[in-house]
């Protein structure tokens, strides 16, 4: 079992498996965001198992493609757009890609800079 607030540092490769740990295990994505750093970008997933939950945090660099795990888990593409069409960050397999049209939105990727 993990503390509520452990942040387990992941890498791109390392999403897929853990996602796939995380549905074995009857859970729940709860949420996918990202946020900005110098030189690329914090993306956090948590997962719920049983009311617990799991953290994971990618640190990539600008233009690290990260595979998409709407397959593993549906729901997971609303998030994804949105951290591709706010933050740039490329996302690879999105089973319903909005191809950067999920918000109506003058700036192209307005939290990239």
């Known amino acids: 079992?993990?503390?509520?607030?452990?942040?387990?540092?992941?890498?791109?490769?390392?999403?897929?498996?853990?996602?796939?740990?995380?549905?074995?295990?009857?859970?729940?994505?709860?949420?996918?965001?990202?946020?900005?750093?110098?030189?690329?970008?914090?993306?956090l997933y948590s997962f719920d198992v049983e009311t617990q939950l799991y953290n994971y945090r990618l640190d990539i660099d600008e233009g690290v493609e990260v595979a998409s795990i709407s397959e593993i888990f549906p729901p997971a593409f609303l998030y994804e757009n949105e951290v591709s069409e706010l933050f740039g960050v490329p996302i690879k397999g999105i089973s319903i890609d909005f191809q950067g049209k999920l918000y109506r939105i003058e700036a192209t990727t307005p939290f990239k800079d």
């Open 1 to 43: 079992m993990s503390d509520l607030y452990e942040i387990v540092p992941i890498t791109p490769e390392q999403l897929p498996i853990v996602a796939m740990e995380k549905k074995a295990q009857g859970g729940r994505l709860v949420q996918i965001c990202a946020t900005r750093r110098p030189n690329g970008y914090e993306v």
